[in-house]
C-alpha cells in the first residue's frame, strides 16, 4: 500500500502563493511518476489577508490544526501595510517556537552550469548545509520598550541562549557533518563581543564536539565568516550558528549561489513530534507579486527536503534532478541568466521529471 502524507499547503503573502502553486504541481508530478505515494494537500489560508479580515495571523485553534499534519509546506510572509515584526511574529515565528522546529537546515551549492557570483570561486567549492539555531538566541522576542518617543527612549532586545538549547542544535550539526562525505563542521559566533551567550555557545561546541571525535570542527567568529565564504568557499562544508547571524548568512551563500530566488529551508523538530515546514529562504517580494516572474526554485527545492524527510528520498532526487537538467539548458527564470516566466519554469521542470 502507498504511504500516505497529509500537507498543510500555507502560501502565505505575495510571490508565496505562486511559488507554492509550482511546487505543489511539481509535487503531484512526482507522485504520479513513482507511483508508491500519496500526498494529501490542504490548504492553510493564513497570511496577511486572514489578518486583515480577522485580527489575527493564526486562530487560537491554528497550532492544533498545524500538528494534524505530516508537514507543512510554506510560501512567506510579510506585506507592505502590515509591519514586518507584527507579520513575522504574527505568523512565522509564531509556529517556529511552539513546534519545537529548532533546527533550520539550508543547504546551499551551485546547480548545474550555474556560475558562483564570486569570480574566484569554481561551483564545486560551493556545497554546503547551514544550520540555523531557529528557537532562541536574538529571536527570543524577549525585551521591551519605555519612555516611547522621548530622547531618552529605552528600547532592549535579549538574546537568550540556553545550554540546552546551543546542545541540541550544535548536536544536531555535529550529526549532519558526521553524515557527510568532507565530516567537517565550523562552529560560528561572536564570543569576542558578546561575552555571556556566545562563550557559552562556544564552551558546549567544545564539550559537544567530544561525542564525535571523527568529525573535524574549527571556529569562526561571524565577520570573519563572511571573508572566507566569499574567499575560501572550498575550506567549508557544514556551518553552525545562532539564529540572527545564519540568518543573515544563509542570505550570502545563496547569493554566492547565484541567487537567494533557489534556496530552501527546512524548520525541523528532530524529535518529530511536531510536524517540520519547509519554506523558500526568500520572502514575500511584494514588488514582483502578480507578475508570474518569481523563481520557484527555492520552494521546489524546499519541498524535496520535505519528501526527503518523509522518507521519500527517491522523490527528493527527482525533483533535484529536474532542477538540474533546468539550469544545465537555461531553462530558469531571469535572475539565474534564462527568461521564463515561474509558469514555463514549472512546465519545465514537470517535463525534466517525465523524462
Ligand atoms: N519564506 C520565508 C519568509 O517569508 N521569510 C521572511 C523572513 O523575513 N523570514 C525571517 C526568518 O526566516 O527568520
Known amino acids: ?3 500516505v502524507y497529509k500537507i498543510g499547503c500555507m502560501p502565505g503573502d505575495g510571490i508565496g502563493a505562486e511559488v507554492i502553486e509550482s511546487a505543489v504541481a511539481v509535487l503531484r508530478a512526482c507522485e504520479t511518476k513513482c507511483g508508491d505515494f500519496k500526498l494529501e494537500f490542504t490548504d492553510l489560508p493564513y497570511g496577511t489577508a486572514y489578518y486583515k479580515q480577522t485580527g489575527a495571523y493564526l ?3 491554528g497550532l492544533d490544526t498545524i500538528r494534524k499534519f ?6 512567506a510572509v510579510g506585506m507592505p501595510d502590515v509591519p514586518d515584526s507584527v507579520s513575522l511574529w504574527g505568523l512565522l515565528l509564531a509556529m517556529r517556537g511552539p513546534l519545537q522546529q529548532y533546527a533550520n537546515l539550508r543547504p546551499v551549492k551551485c546547480l548545474k552550469s550555474i556560475v558562483p557570483a564570486v569570480r574566484t570561486a569554481k561551483p564545486e567549492d560551493i556545497d554546503w548545509v547551514l544550520v540555523r539555531e531557529n528557537s532562541e538566541g536574538e529571536y527570543a522576542g524577549q525585551g521591551g520598550r519605555s519612555h516611547r518617543g522621548f530622547d531618552w527612549e529605552v528600547a532592549t532586545e535579549l538574546a537568550i541562549f540556553t545550554r540546552h538549547g546551543a546542545r541540541r542544535i550544535l548536536r544536531y550539526a555535529f550529526e549532519i557533518a558526521q553524515a557527510r562525505p568532507r565530516k567537517l563542521l565550523t562552529v560560528v559566533s561572536k564570543s569576542n563581543a558578546q561575552r555571556y551567550g556566545m562563550v557559552m555557545w ?3 561546541a567544545l564539550e559537544v564536539s567530544k561525542e564525535f571525535p571523527d568529525v573535524k570542527w574549527d571556529k569562526m567568529l561571524v565577520d570573519a565568516m563572511t571573508v572566507r565564504m566569499v574567499h575560501k568557499p572550498e575550506t567549508l562544508d557544514t556551518i553552525v550558528g545562532s539564529n540572527l547571524h545564519m540568518d543573515i548568512l544563509s542570505d550570502l551563500a545563496a547569493a554566492l549561489a547565484a541567487s537567494i530566488g533557489i534556496a530552501p529551508s527546512a524548520n525541523i ?4 513530534q511536531s510536524p517540520s515546514m519547509f519554506e523558500p529562504v526568500h520572502g514575500s517580494a511584494f514588488d514582483i507579486m502578480g507578475k508570474g516572474i518569481a523563481n520557484p526554485f527555492g520552494a521546489v527545492w524546499s519541498a524535496a527536503m520535505m519528501l526527503d524527510f518523509l522518507g521519500e528520498a527517491k ?9 538540474d537538467s533546468c539550469c544545465e539548458i537555461g531553462q530558469t527564470t531571469g535572475d539565474l541568466g534564462g527568461s521564463l516566466n515561474t509558469a514555463q519554469v514549472t512546465e519545465a521542470l514537470i517535463k525534466a521529471i517525465n523524462g
Open 315 to 323: 522523490a527528493g532526487k527527482m525533483i533535484m534532478d529536474a532542477m
Open 59 to 61: 486562530p487560537p485553534d
Open 202 to 204: 562556544d564552551e558546549v
Open 70 to 75: 505530516d508537514a507543512i509546506l510554506f510560501g
Open 269 to 272: 523538530d528532530p524529535t518529530r
Open 1 to 3: 500500500m502507498a504511504n
